[in-house]
């Protein structure tokens, strides 16, 4: 059974980070591109920085270019989203996706991927 777990949301102060972790089970560490969603109300969900199997591709939504890092560590089968200066219009439900599509121009869903349930990131201005 195939478990996606998100942790790290939060509220913050703009210009305040939080890191968001995900954690994975019954997948093999590093045989999947891993990636960050968000989904506002009344929004559409949208990739916002994804990261292939071996770290070597990374993607970023134009919107979190310079504040956003990905990064993973296959051997804990932990997926991470640094999330500096983060601004109200970063406010969303983040969701993780596991066994997904990247490029450095593109990050997308695929009919097979995992998805964990959510984790609230808040922020105030």
């Known amino acids: 059974q195939v478990q996606v777990v998100e942790s790290g949301g939060g509220l913050v102060q703009a210009g305040e980070s939080l890191r968001l972790s995900c954690t994975t089970s019954?997948?093999?560490?590093?045989?999947?591109?891993m990636g960050w969603f968000r989904q506002a109300p009344g929004e559409e969900r949208e990739g916002v920085s994804c990261?292939?199997?071996?770290?070597?591709?990374?993607y970023y939504a134009n919107s979190v270019k310079g504040r956003f890092t990905v990064s993973r560590d296959n051997a804990k089968n932990t997926l991470y989203l640094q999330m500096d200066s983060l601004q109200p219009e970063d406010a969303a439900m983040y969701y993780c996706?596991?066994?997904?599509?990247?490029?450095?121009?593109?990050?997308?869903?695929?009919?097979?991927?995992?998805w964990g349930q959510g984790t609230q990131v808040t922020v105030s201005s």
């Open positions: 990261i292939s199997r071996l770290s070597t591709v990374t």
């Open positions: 996706a596991a066994r997904i599509y990247v490029t450095p121009g593109e990050c997308s869903k695929l009919s097979t991927t995992y």
């Open positions: 019954g997948l093999t560490g590093d045989a999947y591109a």
